[in-house]
């Protein structure tokens, strides 16, 4: 009897744990590899990715976990190592924002290959096997960017193109589409495309060294906002040169207010995170695909006329 009563009270115990198990939330855990920590835009992102998790976690009864795995400097090879590590430590799903296609097909693809979907937001890898990317349209971006300065130079006088990572992709391909743009202008020709480091020092250090040897320079077109990340990165008087800009992060709103720049170009940056993580969790859990492999996220423009209104979303999208 004794032992009878042994038995029966061990595996009451073992159904009991059981059904503890069975009634714990499954946790998912999604990689997000950005391209450097101390870009603004991607610290967002990571912000959005955070909300996506705790507000599907708690529609869904799971917990999903963001496990950031982004370089301190822009690195490919160290985004690839990453995606690398995501798969080993049981990561259900990655999304990656690409310093260099070239150097992350090969990671992307065996994730794939792997059983792990990847994603890809703001620079993508087309030739691998991500099942989605998020994003604007970098040709038509780099065109929206051209067309707002050919307006505010009233359609005439020298640009100068500042572009980034010579190597990213999407910055390629804005600068493919600013080209385009500036060709329905005659009035305005372009000097030079200026490619740099992703950082604000480097950027600033750029357009400053571009001007001393142009001074005839009226115009900027930047498909990316890297140097107004800096405090007084443009030299000239308010109006004397002008400049639009792609983002719309704390710091460049004062280049707004100040006149320097008549428009910024907004990216949902924030969105980034999530939506990729939406996209992800859609797969992994409702085994749902997007009607499409790239989602179009819109450019947001920024000028005196909204600016302290659109400077409220960052209280919300970068971290405290």
Known sequence: MKKLLITLASALFAFGVSVRAADAPRTITIGLVAKSQGNPVFQAARVGAEDAAKELSAKHNVKVKIDWRTPNEEDAQK?????????????????????????????????????VPVATFDSDAPKSKRFVTYGVDDIECGK???????????????????????????????????????KKYAGISIRDVYYHKETPQDAAAKVEQVMQANPDITGWCMIGGWPLFTENALKWQPGT????????????????????????????????????????????????????????????????????????????????
């Open 144 to 182: 929206q960017t051209m067309e707002e300065l050919a307006k505010v130079m009233g359609g005439k006088g020298v640009v100068a193109i500042l572009a980034g990572n010579q190597n990213a992709p999407n910055l390629q391909r804005r600068v493919q589409g600013a080209k385009e743009a500036a």
């Open 79 to 115: 985004q690839a190592d990453a995606i690398e590590q995501l798969v080993l430590v049981g990561a259900e799903g990655i999304a990656v924002s690409c310093s260099d296609a070239s150097k992350l097909t090969g990671a992307i693809n065996h994730a794939v290959e792997s059983g």
């Open 241 to 320: 040169v002008q400049c639009v800009a792609v983002d719309a992060l704390p710091a460049q709103l004062a280049y707004i207010r100040s006149g320097h720049v008549p428009v910024l170009l907004a990216q949902q940056c924030y969105e980034w995170g999530h939506r990729s993580v939406e996209l992800l969790f859609n797969k992994i859990v409702l085994k749902q695909d997007p009607p499409a492999v790239k989602e179009i996220s819109p450019l947001i423009p920024v000028t005196k006329a909204n600016v302290d209104a659109f400077a409220k979303n960052w209280e919300k999208w970068l971290p405290k």
